[in-house]
């Protein structure tokens, strides 16, 4: 609650007194203003400059800090300081948000939702830039841009476009088991803290041995999964469109702090060839899992959130998530997908916040920083060693540390553009989640496709049945039906409508 405090003397930007922020400079009561009344012209000004631009993906979301506890000995896997005892606790920032819709979205709609972690480790920061899915539409990064343009505004109606999703998914089979996951009940949950959060990728780990793990990341809400059908959804939207802010917000506010258990599931490098070679699945594809039955989950710890920020502007707005910020004993992986993500993510930092956006308060390691990058606008808090200002030099400027040099990699192979796309099996792993879903869950999911193709072209949706069917013909059919149960209530409706016109 906001308490009452004893004001402090209001200044300018350059620390003067002001004698009035109410009334502005004018020649005589009734004006014009006098273009020396500067603090006018300032506050106008930085109002001017008070956005920054909106991620161009998951602009909408919500976030808080908490704490990540070790709970389990993982230390055979990684050298990473932040696992090193059990009971370590390190301080850490979420951000949760949608994927496609823009900073004023409401919270409650259908899409994928983001789940960032930044932990501030003492070996510097090690973020998980993940979703609550743990796969994705597409494979290369080639087919990122395109599959955003899908989920955004067309560029003459202003409006998204079912037509131009559903083209691409069904050009895109690769698409199916993420599309399987957002139609399904798990598509809309009630609040962020009632799912669970993915790495998705496949990322590495390496032990002081100098021994490398292929590691998938696993956060499982403690709070249960809690999820709107499209009816609940809409009408909470209906009442409010910061459903998730509120109810995050409001449940760190209270003390009932959310919580997630943090899995891993482990391959040991030189398996991921054998493991290929036996399900056909590359243990690098994002829109793959690794079935718990190969790979089981081995807990970590869990971590809570417990802080709200004082100020979401410059702690959740000007947070900057990197895939490629990683710690000693903790890597990437060949994954496609995740090498062009290491290069985008600090690029659009550098865009949409600033040269050193890693100098903010929310972003700045909370362990020693040290480097060379000089200059560019407001380099604060860099440190400045005015003799030794490149490298090496002989005056005490900060050294590498060949021991934290991860082991190399076994990369090999021919340069080329393969195409996994054409050969791939895209439909074992959604049938095993379809599978997984009882009558009623099934019967959502048909109904929920069914909404979504609305207005789609039949060629189009011809294509995806066709997926459908691969998947299992069970799941085509009750596509289809639902379709064809929407066609009759359509007709039944315009019948009804054009009855009580003619009546009027
Ligand atoms: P398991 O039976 O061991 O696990 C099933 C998994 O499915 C659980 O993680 C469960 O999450 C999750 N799940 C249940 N309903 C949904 C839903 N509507 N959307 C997304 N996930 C859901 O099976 P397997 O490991 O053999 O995997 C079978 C299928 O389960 C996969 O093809 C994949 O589609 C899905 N899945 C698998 C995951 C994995 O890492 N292996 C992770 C998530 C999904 P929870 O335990 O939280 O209820
Ligand atoms: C945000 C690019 C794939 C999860 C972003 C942003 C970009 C981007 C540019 C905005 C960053 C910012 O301004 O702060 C890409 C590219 C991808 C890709 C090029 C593929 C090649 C993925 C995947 C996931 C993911 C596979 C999840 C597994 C997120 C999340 C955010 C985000 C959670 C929001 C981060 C935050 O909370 O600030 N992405 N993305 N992205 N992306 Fe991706």
Not at 286 to 307: A, M, Q, S
Not at 315 to 329: C, H, L, M, T
Not at 440 to 446: A, V
Request: hydrophobic content about 35%; charged content about 25%.
């Amino acid at each position: 609650m906001a308490e009452e405090r004893k004001p402090k003397t209001l200044t300018t930007t350059a620390g003067a007194p002001l004698s009035s922020n109410q009334n502005a400079k004018t020649v005589g009561p009734r004006g014009p203003v006098l273009l020396e009344d500067y603090q006018l012209i300032e506050k106008l000004a930085h109002q001017n400059r008070e956005r920054v631009p909106e991620r161009v993906v998951h602009a909408k979301g919500w976030g808080a800090y908490g704490t990540l506890t070790v709970t389990e000995d993982i230390t055979r896997y990684s050298r990473a300081k932040v696992f090193s005892e059990v009971g370590k606790k390190t301080e850490m920032l979420a951000r949760f948000s949608t994927v496609a819709g823009e900073q004023g979205a409401a919270d409650a709609e259908r899409d994928v939702r983001g789940f960032s972690l930044k932990f501030y480790t003492e070996e510097g920061n090690w973020d998980v830039v993940g979703n609550n899915t743990p796969v994705f539409f597409v494979a290369d990064p080639y087919k990122f841009p395109d599959f955003i343009h899908t989920q955004k505004r067309h560029p003459r109606t202003n409006l998204r476009s079912a037509t131009a999703m559903w083209d691409f998914w069904s050009l895109c089979p690769e698409s199916l088991h993420q599309v399987t996951i957002l139609m399904s009940d798990r598509g809309i949950p009630v609040d962020p803290s009632r799912m669970n959060g993915y790495g998705s990728h496949t990322f590495s780990l390496w032990n002081a041995n100098g021994e490398r793990f292929w590691v998938k990341f696993h956060f499982k809400t403690q709070q249960g999964h809690k999820t709107f059908t499209n009816e609940e959804a809409e009408k909470v939207i209906a009442k409010s469109r910061e459903s998730y802010q509120e109810a995050l917000y409001s449940m760190i506010e209270e003390g009932r702090f959310p919580k997630w258990d943090f899995f891993i599931q482990v391959m040991p490098e030189l398996e991921a060839e054998e493991w290929e070679k036996k399900t056909g699945w590359s243990a690098f594809d994002l829109t793959k899992v690794w079935p718990h039955g190969d790979y089981p989950l081995i807990k970590v710890g869990e971590f809570e959130l417990n802080k709200n920020p004082d100020n979401y502007f410059a702690e959740i707005e000007q947070s900057a998530f990197n895939p490629s910020n990683v710690v000693p004993g903790i890597g990437f992986s060949p994954d496609k997908m995740l090498q062009g993500r290491l290069f985008s993510y600090p690029d659009a930092h550098r865009y949409r916040i600033g040269t050193h956006y890693e100098s903010l308060p929310v972003n700045k390691p909370r362990s020693p920083v040290n480097h060379y990058n000089r200059d560019g606008t407001m380099p604060f808090g860099l440190l400045t060693n005015p003799d030794a200002y490149y490298e090496p030099n002989s005056f005490g400027g900060p050294v590498e540390d060949p021991s934290v040099e991860e082991p190399p990699h076994r990369y090999a192979g021919q340069v080329g553009r393969y195409d996994h796309r054409g050969q791939a099996d895209h439909y074992s792993q959604p049938r095993a989640l379809f599978n997984l879903f009882d009558e009623g869950q099934k019967s959502r999911l048909f109904d929920t496709l069914a909404g979504a193709m609305q207005g789609v072209p039949q060629f189009i949706v011809d294509r995806q049945l066709a997926h459908f069917d691969k998947v299992d013909p069970a799941y085509g059919a009750g596509v289809r039906e639902a379709l064809a149960k929407q066609t009759r209530d359509d007709a039944q409706a315009s019948l009804t409508t054009s009855h009580s016109v003619a009546a009027e």
